[in-house]
């Protein structure tokens, strides 16, 4: 493990998270925004988004109808527009309209679980409780071999297990930049890799069809 974080901190000097926010709670509708959408685009929506909407009375007092069309290119709009309302409002009902700093708060939000968590408190109060799980710490994780898990928050318990403490905030964001630079979903470039001689799935062709037992055509596109 060592050798893994070693390798990538030389590779990926400057990871870090790239969603822009000034603030805590722009953070948090970042991160909101963030679930199934590439850091750009909530990059692109935010831009236009935090100009309209200054504080959470904004957001709580927003017509959803409305805040759905301001964030609709982030994808799931309809989903993440009632959770940002909802975590606007309770975060004026229970916490004085700030965001909370601990893991047990954060996760009563709607829309938030451990992942987003743990990125708030990482970024917003250098509060280290576990490891964000995204997508592509997710991909990385099984097939580095640090977990055979596809759970998020299984995956993050065998990072935890395996990892150093003080390594867990900036390995989410090594492995991010891994995932998005060389370890593709579809197509990994394991020929330019700085991990392929100690990745046990390297050079190995990703199956694109499985067999359909007793099927008549015998294949199945994945």
């Not at 964030?71 to 409002?89: D, Q, S, V």
């Not at 995204?134 to 065998?158: C, F, M, Q, W, Y």
């Amino acid at each position: 493990m060592d050798e893994l974080i070693k390798r990538l901190r030389d590779e990926y000097p400057d990871a870090r998270i790239v969603l822009n926010y000034s603030n805590t709670l722009e953070l948090l509708v970042s991160v909101i925004l963030s679930a199934q959408c590439t850091d750009k685009k909530v990059n692109e929506v935010t831009a236009t988004l935090f100009k309209k909407y200054k504080d959470v009375h904004d957001y709580a007092n927003a017509p959803l109808e409305e805040l759905e069309q301001d964030i609709r290119p982030a994808g799931f709009y309809r989903n993440k527009a009632k959770n940002i309302k909802g975590a606007a409002a309770m975060l004026i009902e229970r916490f004085g309209g700030e965001v909370p700093s601990t893991m047990q708060e954060l996760i009563q939000l709607p829309g938030v679980a451990r992942k987003t968590a743990n990125i708030v408190l990482g970024n917003a109060f250098n509060i280290v409780e576990g490891i964000a799980v995204d997508t592509h710490v997710k991909r990385l994780s099984n097939r580095l071999g640090l977990s055979t898990n596809t759970d998020p928050e299984k995956i993050e318990r065998d990072l935890m297990n395996s990892v150093p403490k003080d390594e867990w905030f900036k390995l989410t964001y090594l492995l991010i930049e891994h995932g998005r630079a060389v370890c593709d979903a579809k197509k990994p470039k394991c020929d330019i890799c700085c991990l392929n001689d100690i990745c046990p799935s390297a050079c190995r062709p990703i199956p694109r069809f499985q067999a359909i037992e007793g099927g008549s055509k015998g294949w199945r596109k994945l």
